[in-house]
């Protein structure tokens, strides 16, 4: 017989069960305690992705009785472009397990297999920063920019290449200045023409609506204004711990000539740098892209993202990114239809395009 104080010592075992409502501050707090956790691992998710979408979600948590050990967000998709999938997280660029050991991980990936399975779905994709699973094909199509913001404005603005900025330098010779806003409307305007420029589907107005509701203050929009006074670009980000994200931006043809993108991003990272945030995640581009060139030439390294693969009624991994020929020919058509009809149309598109 064991003596009585190592049993009081025995770990509870681990387990594996569905989010139920009454597990978000616990979610939460875990999120934010956890060092592989993102933004878009908190529970607020699960409710845009929900009444916005209408995408059921299945989340997993693991945990050692009352202590969470893991979690997994989870959304299920049906496209007709892509298929149907189960995904860790639609919409966001990052996502997969985040876990505080490594027990957790191997768990709830397993328990999302056999949802999947249960599911019928085709494939399960998880869209990790690091690798997890060796064996599951993978996906390193994009890659994230992330770099420290120092504590001195100045030196910031320094640390940007000559080239960029000087863009940022003559933005503010332009007499560009920025704004936070209490609302998406002059963000939503300059996202839906851009989206329109550049072939692509935009999401409805109410998402980011959504988005500053349920996520308050750490979901901020900031708009550049020209000389006269014209919103001319604009930009959506995420907060997180000592992170800023830029995450959906937008603007009008005339920015580039005035430097308002270069100038939007500087005055974002001045923000957060008076704020005390200490790292600006540029987010996620596809490699040999225009968005790829731009964040470099603000001297930020690119890290390869991995997107895990669980095949399971398909036969190699979906490419629901602008290479393949589908997803060209379908921007080249959207690009000619006015932009009212897009704006109208679009958002049933878009839902699955997450």
């Known amino acids: 017989m064991k003596p009585i104080d190592a049993d ?5 075992a681990l387990a594996v069960r569905a989010f139920e409502p009454g597990d978000a501050v616990r979610w939460d707090a875990f999120v934010d305690g956890c060092a592989e956790a993102t933004f878009f691992h908190r529970s607020g998710w699960r409710a845009v992705i929900e009444s916005v979408f209408g995408h059921r979600t299945h989340y997993l948590l693991a945990a050692r009785g009352e202590r969470i050990v893991g979690v997994l967000p989870l959304a299920e998709v049906r496209s007709l472009l892509f298929g149907h999938a189960l995904s860790s997280l639609p919409f966001a660029v990052y996502g997969g397990a985040a876990v505080s050991e490594p027990q957790a991980r191997a768990a709830l990936h397993e328990a999302a297999v056999e949802l999947a399975a249960r599911l019928g779905v085709q494939h399960l994709e998880l869209r990790n920063r690091q690798p997890t699973e060796p064996d599951w094909p993978r996906q390193e199509l994009y890659v994230t920019f992330r770099k420290a913001i120092v504590p001195e404005v100045e030196a910031n603005l320094l640390a940007i290449p000559r080239k960029q900025r000087a863009m940022v330098r003559k933005g503010i010779q332009r007499g560009l200045t920025s704004e936070i806003d209490a609302n998406v409307d002059r ?5 839906a023409d851009n989206q329109h420029r550049h072939g692509t589907p935009p999401y409805p107005k109410r998402y980011f609506e959504a988005l500053r509701r349920v996520f308050g203050d750490a979901c901020e929009v900031l708009t ?3 000389a006269a006074g014209r919103p001319v670009s604009g ?3 995420f907060y997180f711990r000592d992170e ?13 000539e005035l430097a308002a993108n270069d100038f939007k991003y500087w005055e974002l990272m001045r923000r957060a740098c008076e704020r005390g945030v200490r790292v600006f995640d540029y987010g996620r581009s596809k490699r040999d892209s225009g968005s790829f060139d ?9 890290e390869p993202l ?7 009624r398909r036969e190699s991994i979906p490419q629901n990114n602008p290479a393949n020929p589908k997803y060209r020919a379908f921007i080249s058509l959207w690009r000619r239809l006015p932009r009212p009809v897009a704006n109208a149309i679009g958002p049933a598109i878009a839902r699955s395009l997450g």
């Not at 009081?8 to 509870?12: D, G, N, Q, S, Y």
């Not at 991995?306 to 399971?312: F, T």
């Open 244 to 256: 800023v994200l830029p995450y959906y931006a937008g603007d009008v043809e005339a920015a580039r």
């Open 235 to 237: 930009v959506l980000s």
């Open 8 to 12: 009081l010592r025995a770990e509870p």
């Open 224 to 226: 550049v204004l020209d």
């Open 306 to 312: 991995h997107y895990e693969y669980r095949l399971l």
């Open 294 to 302: 731009f964040k470099k030439n603000w001297g930020f390294a690119p």
């Open 187 to 191: 963000f939503f305007d300059l996202y």
